[in-house]
């Protein structure tokens, strides 16, 4: 039997982009509002959850080890309530973290640190994607791994060795590390401290302390975080409200940008400093977006995003903004071939390991619609001529939905339509992006 052929679609330009759109909770908050709801006390109620393939892989493990999730049709709110940390139960199947790697991680600290034996699996993307970096402090605070080379899923990991908190200074740049940690030292008594070079996104610590947990930031003159953590802390449920996701409105805030005449309004859209770095290069690229109504919404600061067709010109970037719009570059990328001037993304190194290894695919798919691109180490050049590339191409998105959505946006504004050969993995984290985007007036079918 033949499998059927995947789900290929294209997008084609059309007229300016008008109207006003909310966009999907934040990714990173849901996955963090489901696991600390499923191991507290007491029900948490969620407003604003990212309902995706992503978070649906999160509620599917949390549920396995024995957390209740419900969702209200008519409030639309999410209830995580779970049986408390020391009393989740050892899962009896394979956990399928699907393609999200802020799940397997995350989970591999978690559960991993319970005094039970959990697996792991996850597809084929994820099967790539390096777990040595969280493999190396767990088994430094006693977890146990059985994993292949290199730390690939599937893997199986146990808690049932004596645990011991850690002192540790992050390799890489990466909240995820940060959070595989921390969550694993909720289950060990005494003080654990992560140390950040650089910041990265902060939403475990915010929600920890938002729980009960007793977590301090340390900030030094030099910029260096330690973060530090007590173990075994009582946790309560809570009320979270999550904000519109940045790394989402990333794709309508850019379509409209490249798009002479539009003018839409993104609403309630996080702007974290932490995950902000996309807005401050945009507009250092002569963007035209107000940030309008700031206000708080969940503990988080968010604003409505009014964005205008503008005359984009390149830029430099330097590695240091690199985490503060880690998941932004490919789309970043699609404005700097469609700006005037070279631009110039250095130091990303950790998109190689992403949902693909973004920064070639970048390269490969700008290049296959006419732009001149190239990679000089770690760097990422473009060189734009301050009007969309020629396009027609057909882009292979490598299950990555990152790629794929980037790819159709620019497809929105060249000569020739530019084809998704799949465009299934939108799913995993932006499922109605076709919806939304022609609602606003693009042409993606
Ligand atoms: C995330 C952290 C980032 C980001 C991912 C979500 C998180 O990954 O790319 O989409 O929710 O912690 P790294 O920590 O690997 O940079």
Not at 369 to 397: F, R, S, T, Y
Request: aromatic share 2%; proline share 7%.
């Amino acid at each position: 039997m033949t499998a059927p052929p995947p789900p290929s679609v294209r997008a084609r330009r059309g007229p300016p982009l008008s109207g006003t759109t909310l966009v999907p909770g934040d990714k990173s908050i849901s996955h963090r509002a489901i696991m600390l709801g499923g191991i507290a006390t007491g029900p948490t109620s969620i407003k604003g959850l990212l309902e995706s393939e992503d978070i649906a892989a999160t509620m599917a493990a949390l549920k396995a080890v024995g957390a209740s999730v419900r969702h209200d049709p008519q409030t639309q709110n999410w209830t995580v309530e779970g049986p408390g940390l020391e009393n989740l139960q050892e899962s009896d199947s394979v956990l399928n973290m699907g393609n999200s790697g802020t799940s397997a991680r995350l989970l591999i600290g978690l559960l991993g640190a319970r005094p039970m034996t959990s697996f792991f699996a996850g597809d084929a993307s994820l099967q790539k994607r390096p777990m040595g970096r969280v493999i190396e402090p767990l088994t430094q605070m006693g977890l146990t791994f059985m994993a292949r080379h290199q730390g690939r899923l599937p893997l199986a990991v146990c808690g049932k060795g004596p645990l011991r908190p850690i002192n540790y200074r992050l390799p890489v740049a990466s909240a995820q590390v940060k959070s595989a940690i921390l969550l694993a030292a909720l289950s060990i008594e005494g003080t654990s401290t992560v140390i950040e070079p650089i910041p990265t996104r902060d939403p475990t610590e915010r929600m920890l302390r938002a729980f009960g947990a007793d977590i301090h930031v340390e900030k030094t003159a030099a910029g260096t975080h330690a973060i530090h953590l007590q173990g075994r802390p009582k946790l309560t449920g809570q009320k979270i409200n999550v904000p519109g996701d940045i790394s989402a409105a990333a794709f309508p805030l850019v379509a409209a940008l490249l798009s002479e005449g539009s003018a839409i309004t993104l609403q309630n859209v996080g702007i974290n400093e932490r995950r902000a770095g996309l807005i401050t290069s945009l507009l250092e690229m002569g963007g035209n977006i107000a940030l309008e109504n700031k206000r708080t919404h969940g503990g988080e600061e968010v604003a409505d995003l009014h964005v205008k067709g503008s005359k984009l010109h390149g830029i430099t970037i330097e590695k240091e903004r690199a985490p503060s719009m880690i998941d932004e570059y490919p789309i970043l990328a699609m404005a700097a071939a469609c700006a005037k001037g070279t631009s110039r993304f250095k130091g990303l190194e950790e998109l190689r390991v992403k949902e693909s290894d973004r920064l070639t695919l970048v390269a490969a798919g700008l290049r296959q619609a006419g732009v001149d691109v190239a990679i000089e180490g770690d760097d990422l050049i473009i060189h734009g001529n301050g009007m969309p590339p020629k396009g027609g191409a057909l882009i292979n998105a490598a299950l990555d939905h990152r790629i794929a959505m980037s790819f159709l946006i620019l497809g929105m504004l060249t000569d020739q339509p530019i084809t998704i050969d799949d465009a299934s993995p939108i799913a995993t984290s932006f499922p109605n992006f076709i919806p939304l985007m022609t609602k606003l007036g693009g042409n993606i079918a």
